[in-house]
Structures are given as structure tokens and as C-alpha cells.
């Protein structure tokens, strides 16, 4: 970070808090004590910190800066899931989703780009092209956003909103250093998702993080020509290298990897492609969720019907016995799978 950029106080990890608590002058247990009031107390000044003495608070206050995202709009779903459109401080705006469910967690769907060049088909964030990678900060605040929304703390966070975070991983690796530290927002690592569409070599870069983060593949086809018509970013990787990178992924971190495939009528949902599918799944460590494809205003892919669904399930479940077909959330609410930024006017989805 350049010494004349103030220090984004929300996207710094415990060492870089106290890499400049040494710069001016103050002692490690400072950084915790910062590290608190950002991500514990949630504070929009450093004059709130009152353990902090005056002349760090000032000194803070002139070299860092506590960046949160303007609410700019917020839409309640009828299964109580909320949609935030974010507007960041050079105007951009991007989308996260809070959900919650009947056991009492509280999930953040969190952005990790202003659009998004994979160009996913069936996805608004892919048709809207990429603007920018999102710093760590702008990352973090999501999930303060959505524990804001819902009145209570965050129990779970996927990467799984506005953009590839696998192409952001610099950043993105950092706003997981803050989330799942207990000295900041304090969400242990196995409670957090990152979702890709398979690059394998930032797949095996991901796997040297110091916690057990989950991952899942937006799979959708194990059918190579399928999968590059519905995800074309992944044509510069065959099925077969991406298979190998989450079997190496899920060794290093102990836990299974997740298939996400989005059912879509009369593209995905053959026999064959369940077949493929659970061909593919063979020997890795994996479970499968399946999901209808959410319908996207402009484009033409239908969810199949729910019989056509079931029957997809039960021929997967012939091999692969760990599936699921789960139901979309948010979708009145254009905060489901493929449909985030349609209220920001722009085009969005989910990795
Ligand atoms: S589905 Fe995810 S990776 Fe694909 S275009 Fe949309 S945001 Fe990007």
C-alpha cells in the first residue's frame, strides 16, 4: 500500500494493523483494539474509539479511514432474505445478499468485482462485462452491511455474489484474513465459501490460506461443449484439470469440495448430463447441489419443471448419494443465483 493512500482500516489484517500501529509509534495491542471497534462495535469515527488515546486517534484519523459503502437501496424477499445495493466511494455500485435461515444463521452473499468477465450465460453480472476488482475493504463491509440489515451478527459468509473471486484473489485473500480472525470479524473458516468457476492454478494458490475455507464449483454441465457454451470463461481449462485441482484442494483443506450446477430445460438436464456429472464427481470429495435455474428479465433459460428436476436428483443419486436439490432464495427479490444487479440498473450474478 502506498504511504500517501490512507490505510482502509476495514480490509486490513491483525499484522497489517499492527504494521502501522509501529509506523506511528504505538504499541501491537493497539491494532486489536482498533481491529474491535471497526469490526465488533462497528464505529464510523475514530473519535468513538475511547481507549484509543487522543493523539492515535488523530493520527489515525489523518493517515487511515473507515470506508462503508452508502445503502443506496435495500429490497426485503418474502422468505426474508435482503438484497443491498452498494454504492462505493468513486460511485460504483455493486450487490450482496443477507440470508438468513430456519436454524438462526445468517448468511452474506458478498461481491468480490464491479461486474465480471467470465460472461456466464445465464448470469446478469456476465452480460454487464467487467469494471474492477473490489479492495479488501470494500469486500469485509458487505458482511457488516448485511449484519446491519438483519439487526444481528453474520454466522456465514459465501463469495458468491457480483463477480470470479478467484480473479481478485490478492484481495480477496486479504478480506478472508479479516473475516475469519477471531480478532476481527471473527467467522471461523469453515463457515466460509469461496465459489469459482475453476481456475486451477488460483484454486491451488487458494489452498495455501491458513484456514479450512470451503469451495464450491459453478459446475453446471460436466459436458466440456455444454460447459463452454454456459460458462465460457472456462475454456482455457478442461474438465479434467479442473477435476484434478479440487481433488488436490480438498486434500490440503480436509473437507469436501461443492458442485453447483444450475439446472436449465432442454440445455442441462438430459440423462447424459447427469451422467457426465456423475462421472466427473467420481473421486473427488464432493457434494452436489443442484438448483432451477432463476429466470434473468432478457434472457431466455428456464428452470426445468419440478418433476423434470426431481428426476435429474434421483439419476445423479443413482452414483452420487451426497445430493441436493435445494430451493432458490431471494428469487422475488432478483437476489438469487444468476440475477444480482438488477436493481443497480446494470447486470450481475453469482460465482
Ligand atoms: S455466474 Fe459468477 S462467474 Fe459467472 S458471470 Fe456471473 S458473476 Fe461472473
Same mark, same amino acid.
Given at each position: 500500500?502506498?504511504?500517501?493512500?490512507?490505510?482502509?482500516?476495514?480490509?486490513?489484517?491483525?499484522?497489517?494493523?499492527?504494521?502501522?500501529? @509501529?509506523? !506511528?509509534?504505538?504499541?501491537?495491542?493497539?491494532?486489536?483494539? /482498533?481491529?474491535?471497534?471497526? $469490526?465488533?462495535?462497528?464505529?464510523?469515527?475514530?473519535?468513538?474509539?475511547?481507549?484509543?488515546?487522543?493523539?492515535?486517534?488523530?493520527?489515525?484519523?489523518?493517515?487511515?479511514?473507515?470506508?462503508?459503502? !452508502?445503502?443506496?437501496?435495500?429490497?426485503?424477499?418474502?422468505? *426474508?432474505?435482503?438484497?443491498? !445495493?452498494?454504492?462505493?466511494? #468513486?460511485?460504483?455500485?455493486?450487490?450482496?445478499?443477507?440470508?438468513?435461515?430456519? #436454524?438462526?444463521?445468517?448468511?452474506?452473499?458478498?461481491? /468480490?468485482?464491479?461486474?465480471?468477465?467470465?460472461?456466464?450465460?445465464?448470469?446478469?453480472?456476465?452480460?454487464?462485462?467487467?469494471?474492477?476488482?473490489?479492495?479488501? @475493504?470494500?469486500?469485509?463491509?458487505?458482511? %457488516? +452491511?448485511? +449484519?446491519?440489515?438483519?439487526?444481528?451478527?453474520?454466522?456465514?459468509?459465501?463469495?458468491?455474489?457480483?463477480?470470479?473471486?478467484?480473479?481478485?484473489?490478492?484481495?480477496?485473500?486479504?478480506?478472508?484474513?479479516?473475516? /475469519?480472525?477471531?480478532?476481527?470479524?471473527?467467522?471461523?473458516?469453515? $463457515?466460509? /465459501?469461496?465459489?469459482?468457476? &475453476?481456475?486451477?492454478?488460483?484454486?491451488?494458490?487458494? %489452498?495455501?490460506?491458513?484456514?479450512?475455507?470451503?469451495? @464450491?464449483?459453478?459446475?453446471?454441465?460436466?459436458?466440456?461443449?455444454?460447459?463452454?457454451?454456459?460458462?465460457?470463461?472456462?475454456?482455457?481449462?478442461?474438465?479434467?484439470?479442473?477435476?484434478?485441482?479440487?481433488?488436490?484442494?480438498?486434500?490440503?483443506?480436509?473437507?469436501?469440495?461443492?458442485?453447483?450446477?444450475?439446472?436449465? *430445460?432442454?440445455?442441462?438436464?438430459?440423462? +447424459?448430463?447427469?451422467?457426465?456429472?456423475?462421472?466427473?464427481?467420481? &473421486?473427488?470429495?464432493?457434494?452436489?447441489?443442484?438448483?432451477?435455474?432463476?429466470?434473468?428479465? &432478457?434472457?431466455?433459460?428456464?428452470?426445468?419443471?419440478?418433476?423434470?428436476?426431481?428426476?435429474?436428483?434421483?439419476?445423479?443419486?443413482?452414483?452420487?448419494?451426497?445430493?441436493?436439490?435445494?430451493?432458490?432464495?431471494?428469487?422475488?427479490? %432478483? @437476489?438469487?443465483?444468476?440475477?444480482?444487479?438488477?436493481?443497480?440498473? &446494470?447486470?450481475?450474478?453469482?460465482?
Amino acid at each position: 500500500m502506498p504511504s500517501s493512500a490512507p490505510a482502509r482500516i476495514a480490509g486490513m489484517s491483525i499484522e497489517e494493523l499492527e504494521a502501522l500501529m @509501529a509506523e !506511528l509509534g504505538q504499541p501491537a495491542y493497539r491494532a486489536r483494539q /482498533t481491529a474491535a471497534w471497526v $469490526h465488533r462495535r462497528g464505529v464510523r469515527s475514530f473519535d468513538s474509539m475511547t481507549d484509543l488515546p487522543a493523539e492515535l486517534r488523530a493520527l489515525l484519523s489523518e493517515r487511515a479511514e473507515l470506508a462503508q459503502p !452508502l445503502v443506496r437501496e435495500s429490497r426485503r424477499s418474502r422468505d *426474508g432474505s435482503v438484497k443491498l !445495493l452498494l454504492e462505493l466511494e #468513486d460511485g460504483e455500485r455493486i450487490e450482496s445478499v443477507a440470508i438468513p435461515d430456519e #436454524d438462526g444463521r445468517l448468511t452474506a452473499c458478498v461481491s /468480490t468485482q464491479a461486474g465480471c468477465p467470465c460472461g456466464c450465460v445465464f448470469c446478469m453480472t456476465g452480460r454487464s462485462g467487467y469494471r474492477r476488482n473490489l479492495d479488501s @475493504a470494500e469486500i469485509v463491509c458487505q458482511v %457488516s +452491511a448485511a +449484519a446491519s440489515s438483519a439487526g444481528r451478527p453474520v454466522t456465514n459468509v459465501v463469495f458468491m455474489g457480483m463477480g470470479e473471486p478467484l480473479l481478485n484473489l490478492e484481495e480477496v485473500t486479504r478480506a478472508l484474513s479479516v473475516i /475469519t480472525d477471531r480478532r476481527c470479524v471473527g467467522i471461523g473458516s469453515r $463457515h466460509v /465459501t469461496v465459489s469459482t468457476v &475453476g481456475i486451477p492454478p488460483a484454486i491451488d494458490r487458494l %489452498s495455501g490460506f491458513r484456514g479450512q475455507v470451503g469451495l @464450491a464449483l459453478s459446475l453446471h454441465s460436466a459436458v466440456e461443449q455444454t460447459r463452454r457454451r454456459l460458462v465460457p470463461y472456462s475454456r482455457r481449462w478442461s474438465l479434467a484439470d479442473i477435476r484434478e485441482s479440487l481433488v488436490r484442494y480438498s486434500s490440503a483443506v480436509n473437507r469436501p469440495v461443492t458442485l453447483e450446477y444450475c439446472l436449465i *430445460g432442454g440445455v442441462n438436464d438430459s440423462r +447424459a448430463e447427469a451422467e457426465a456429472l456423475t462421472a466427473f464427481a467420481r &473421486g473427488v470429495r464432493a457434494k452436489i447441489n443442484l438448483i432451477g435455474c432463476n429466470r434473468v428479465e &432478457g434472457l431466455p433459460w428456464r428452470s426445468p419443471s419440478p418433476r423434470a428436476m426431481k428426476a435429474f436428483r434421483d439419476w445423479v443419486a443413482e452414483s452420487c448419494p451426497v445430493v441436493t436439490l435445494r430451493a432458490s432464495r431471494g428469487s422475488d427479490i %432478483s @437476489a438469487a443465483c444468476g440475477q444480482l444487479g438488477g436493481v443497480s440498473g &446494470g447486470v450481475s450474478g453469482s460465482g
